[in-house]
């Protein structure tokens, strides 16, 4: 079994703040967001384009 990818991100602290915001509102983490809207991202250019592999 493949384990989990660890990701190291930078963002300004303008950003950061919005985006703990975004998370509280949607009741996720910091970290549960930034994946949600990864996958979100993902699932939208695969409906454009076709399957990533």
Not at 2 to 23: F, N, Y
Not at 29 to 51: C, D, V, W
Request: no cysteine; proline share 0%.
């Amino acid at each position: 079994m493949e384990k989990d990818k660890h990701l190291g991100l930078r963002i300004d602290s303008d950003t950061h703040k919005k985006l703990k915001s975004l998370a509280e509102y949607e009741g996720r983490s910091i970290n549960g967001e930034i994946l949600y809207l990864i996958r979100q991202a993902i699932t939208q250019h695969e409906q454009k384009y076709g399957r990533l592999f």
